[in-house]
């Protein structure tokens, strides 16, 4: 029985997808205007990681690693058909975009899976400032929804872990930590926290 946990990634990957799905329907609609950023180089790291986390032997734990990076590839691309989705970028934006990118060409260097995936988590927080920034200010900008799809994939990823070490844990644990930062960024207002 313990074997066909790991499956539970598929799980994982389908909750992942019904998130993208529901905030690019969103999108089109001109209700939630992504920050075009930091969702390109969303789909960038967790892409990058997959490859790490494979390389290092990680089997189908990895999936919703790579489905935390297809979704925004997807996000991006619809985020350029309703020009009422549109978010204004600004210095600070492309300022988070070169760190990001900067963290990546590093990766390319290392070539060792643990580093790597340290900077594809670095690359993908640089890309997750100016969208938790923008989620803060104008909550109404922003779909929870896709966030918290992102933490139910993610926690699939630890039932399905074989070997325990950081290429397995390190990217999922990150991704629960920086979707909880977008959830109650977006919602703060409703909890009447802030």
């Given at each position: ?33 992504p ?24 089997g ?8 935390a ?10 985020s ?27 990766w390319?260097?290392?070539?060792e ?6 900077f594809a ?27 918290i799809?992102?933490?139910l ?6 039932v ?30 409703k909890?009447?926290?802030?």
């Amino acid at each position: 029985m313990i074997q066909y946990l790991q499956y539970i990634v598929f799980l994982g990957a389908a909750i992942s997808f019904s998130g993208t799905i529901f905030y690019i329907k969103e999108t089109l609609s001109g209700d939630t205007k992504p920050n075009k950023v930091t969702w390109l180089m969303w789909s960038m790291a967790p892409i990058i990681a997959t490859f790490a986390a494979v390389s290092d032997g990680v089997g189908w734990s990895v999936l919703p690693v790579f489905m935390a990076g297809f979704g925004p590839l997807l996000v991006f691309i619809s985020s350029f058909v309703n020009k009422n989705s549109y978010w204004k970028l600004e210095i600070f934006d492309y300022v988070c975009c070169f760190l990001s990118a900067l963290a990546l060409v590093f990766w390319f260097i290392t070539k060792e899976p643990a580093i790597t995936i340290i900077f594809a988590i670095a690359s993908d927080g640089f890309a997750a400032v100016p969208t938790l920034i923008k989620s803060w200010k104008y909550p109404e900008t922003e779909t929870g929804y896709a966030y918290i799809a992102g933490i139910l994939a993610a926690l699939t990823s630890f039932v399905a872990i074989t070997t325990w070490n950081f290429s397995s844990y390190a990217f999922p644990l990150y991704l629960i930590f920086i979707n909880t930062c977008l959830i109650f960024s977006v919602y703060k207002n409703k909890l009447k926290l802030f």
